[in-house]
């Protein structure tokens, strides 16, 4: 008879930490799409959640997969102008990224207007002829 012994090896556990920072500044226009990413790394793995201007970020504007969480902008607004960062959460530890901070580039057009061409509606007075 035999047995055999399965050993189920565990990670020590590690704290939150980012794997890379946010940059410091994103410029936008409105009515664009853009996307702000956290990867962020630790054991057990943290959960990440997205301030802006010290508030939490509402959840239906993450997309969040295995430690890399992604903050989507369908359509940019004004209003979506602010200083940006996540945090990570596990039971090891805390830890807060960079921040980024996102402002609107003006994206008015030159209207350029044609108008019709002006008639002189001014009458000319003929000359005089002054030659004897």
Partial sequence: MSITVETI??????PPHFNANLPSQRNFSAGSKANLSCDSS????PVITWFKDGQRVPR???KQLKGHSILVFDSLRPNDQGRYWCE???NEGWSKSSS?????TSTKKVQRFYYPH????TKKTPRKNTTP
């Fill in 100 to 104: 980024v901070s996102l402002t609107g």
């Fill in 88 to 90: 990570a959460n596990s």
């Fill in 9 to 14: 090896s565990t990670a020590d556990p590690l």
């Fill in 118 to 121: 002006q008639r002189n509606l």
């Fill in 42 to 45: 630790g054991v057990p793995r």
């Fill in 60 to 62: 239906f504007s993450v």
